[in-house]
């Protein structure tokens, strides 16, 4: 007979995101790193339960620090900061500062729903069917139309919820931004399949694999796809004053994942200004935030120990 050993507890435990934070439209505008955030102070409410943490009303609490998200979920302390203030803006938890040199409170408050809302998210479910082959192809499909990659007209679309994860998402064309240093952007596209190797072909797949484009509604995984794909395979890449080898784009790309195309969404969404070169734009905001995020990972730490001796 083989029992559960403490392995296997981790193994099988599960943390609970309530769907209810893709159904409700205010809450799809949400980033992934504040729904994480939720679902770990919801099962922090255990330990709460255990410490016997309860107000005079019978409202539980908990203490859990933004430093300790930020270990727990491997974000800098600045995501994590930003994940706390996205929930606090949406009524989701309430923050009780406890007085100084005392951690905060946390009372986590049950996210809201209409019958309109849920309805709606379930005749979604029902109806959703991915349709990713040309991620598990080895070959593009040739019957796959392209011409939407470059978005007429030179609108760039957007989803509203620009940093919802795997809900679907509805769009909103994007103001024409006036010119800028976007539009000095090049590439010298000029690659045939012939030329592709099986090597270089099952780099682009895994890397398509760590994008997770079934996450992102149609249209948008088709944009993300054709813009990767052309950075993979330029021979350079020219943003503002800088002209990358094609090699250096590649080897970045090898650090692209969900979480660098969310913010870019994000960055996509929010933009105001003109492009002349639609696709061009959506590269070099994929690229900009993939090392922007790198910076962010490795330079956080650093700076946030000089301000804790700082403080000292």
Known sequence: ????KIDDLIKFDFLKIPKTLFANPEYKKMSSDAKLTYALLYDRLSLSKQNNWINGDGEVYLVYTRKAISEDLGITYKKAMAAFKELKDNNLIIDKQCGRGLPNY????????TVSEAKKYNDKENSRHANLE???NDEP?????????????????????GMSGCA????????????NKTNNIKTDNSYTENSQSVADRQLFNRIMAQCQLECFDKDIRR???DAVERLFYCREFKIGTSVLPGENVRSRLCELDYSVLESALHKM????????????YVMSVIFNCLTEDFTETHLDPYLNHFREEGGD
Do not use: A, W
Request: glycine fraction near 4%; proline fraction near 8%; charged fraction near 25%.
């Open 269 to 280: 969404h929010k933009n105001t200004r003109d492009t002349k070169n639609p696709t061009g």
């Open 1 to 4: 007979m083989t029992v559960y």
């Open 223 to 225: 944009i993300f796809y």
């Open 134 to 136: 040309y991620l598990n």
């Open 168 to 179: 679907d998402m509805e769009y909103q064309d994007m103001p024409k931004p006036h010119t």
């Open 106 to 113: 946390i009372f986590i408050v049950k996210p809201e729903l």
């Open 141 to 161: 499909d040739e019957g796959v139309d392209n011409s939407d990659s470059d978005v007429p007209n030179g609108n760039v679309k957007n989803c509203e919820n």
